[in-house]
């Protein structure tokens, strides 16, 4: 039998077949993202409470974002409306990303690049939180989503990637995931987010102190 060419997968190597990175490699690669976002508490803590201000004075949260950013802007309102681990009451927040129509009509009348500030224009107010999510920092629609949005005198929030800075600059609190790799940012937004849901809820809603 002649031999491959090609380097063989390796169960616990770091490189598999033609040269790209194992499944245990890539494992690796997230692990270590996570535990540097750890050094970034600070920053999420910031965030978490920017949020908890918004909500306990009866503002709204609006989330934007593109592609899995959409999708996250979508899974943290879920997890507002909704509920996150505990029971409590509902709290409003509002992914800009649902409305095809919209967003459609925006994009086709006007440029995609209006297709969130719109809606910002529309809804926001100084008690309201605009949230951008990207992972570059340089999503146009994104970007002018969170200008608008401090025009408005709403305070604005972002969660981007080592990159950002163009993003961050136009945040009031803002979380750079210490990763470039589109992956690797998005794994560790969406465990920053849960990290934020925790805070808020047990922040808002803290325990019944127990008889002894």
Same mark, same amino acid.
């Given at each position: 039998?002649?031999?491959?060419?090609?380097?063989?997968?390796?169960?616990?190597? #770091?490189?598999?077949?033609?040269?790209?990175?194992?499944?245990?490699?890539?494992?690796?690669? &997230?692990?270590?993202?996570?535990?540097?976002?750890?050094? +970034?508490?600070?920053?999420?803590?910031?965030?978490?409470?920017?949020? =908890? &201000?918004?909500?306990?004075? +009866?503002? &709204?949260?609006?989330?934007?974002?593109?592609?899995?950013?959409?999708?996250?802007?979508?899974?943290?309102?879920a997890e507002f409306v909704g509920r996150f681990l505990m029971e409590r009451?509902?709290?409003?927040?509002?992914?800009?990303?649902?409305?095809?129509?919209?967003?459609?009509?925006?994009?086709?009348?006007?440029?995609?690049?209006?297709?969130?500030?719109?809606?910002?224009?529309?809804?926001?107010?100084?008690?309201?939180? =605009?949230? *951008?999510?990207?992972?570059?920092?340089?999503?146009?629609?994104v970007l002018k989503a969170l200008a608008d949005g401090r025009a408005a005198?709403?305070?604005?929030? *972002?969660?981007? *990637?080592?990159?950002?800075?163009?993003?961050?600059?136009?945040?009031?609190?803002?979380?750079? =995931?210490p990763a470039t790799h589109t992956p690797r940012i998005q794994e560790a #937004? /969406?465990?920053?987010?849960? /990290?934020?849901?925790?805070?808020?809820?047990?922040?808002?809603?803290?325990?019944?102190?127990?008889?002894?």
């Amino acid at each position: 039998m002649t031999p491959s060419n090609h380097p063989q997968p390796s169960i616990h190597g #770091q490189r598999s077949i033609h040269g790209q990175p194992s499944i245990h490699g890539q494992i690796d690669d &997230t692990i270590a993202t996570l535990r540097a976002l750890a050094d +970034h508490a600070a920053a999420i803590e910031v965030i978490a409470a920017r949020i =908890v &201000t918004c909500l306990a004075g +009866h503002g &709204t949260l609006y989330l934007c974002g593109n592609g899995g950013s959409a999708a996250d802007a979508e899974h943290v309102a879920a997890e507002f409306v909704g509920r996150f681990l505990m029971e409590r009451r509902p709290l409003p927040a509002v992914a800009l990303t649902c409305n095809g129509p919209l967003l459609t009509a925006i994009g086709n009348d006007y440029d995609y690049a209006d297709v969130f500030a719109r809606q910002v224009r529309a809804h926001a107010t100084p008690r309201d939180c =605009v949230i *951008g999510i990207s992972t570059s920092g340089r999503s146009p629609n994104v970007l002018k989503a969170l200008a608008d949005g401090r025009a408005a005198g709403a305070t604005t929030i *972002g969660m981007t *990637g080592a990159g950002g800075t163009q993003l961050a600059a136009l945040c009031d609190a803002c979380l750079l =995931v210490p990763a470039t790799h589109t992956p690797r940012i998005q794994e560790a #937004q /969406l465990v920053a987010w849960h /990290l934020i849901c925790d805070l808020v809820d047990r922040t808002m809603f803290p325990a019944p102190a127990t008889t002894p």
